[in-house]
């Protein structure tokens, strides 16, 4: 059970980052998934 959990909480925080789609409609994390999305863009960039 515990190693299910952190699973699934791994794909639901990339779901939203690969997707703009889903992005767009989760407006409550808006501020932390642009947070995200400018990190990964860092890294993808670096």
């Known amino acids: 059970?515990?190693?299910?959990?952190?699973?699934?909480?791994?794909?639901?925080?990339?779901?939203?980052?690969i997707t703009s789609d889903d992005f767009d409609s989760s407006n409550d994390d808006s501020a932390e998934e642009q947070a995200n999305m400018a990190l990964m863009a860092q890294a993808d960039s670096d």
């Not at 059970?1 to 980052?17: G, H, I, N, Q, V």
């Open 1 to 17: 059970m515990s190693r299910d959990k952190p699973k699934e909480f791994f794909k639901e925080k990339k779901k939203p980052l």
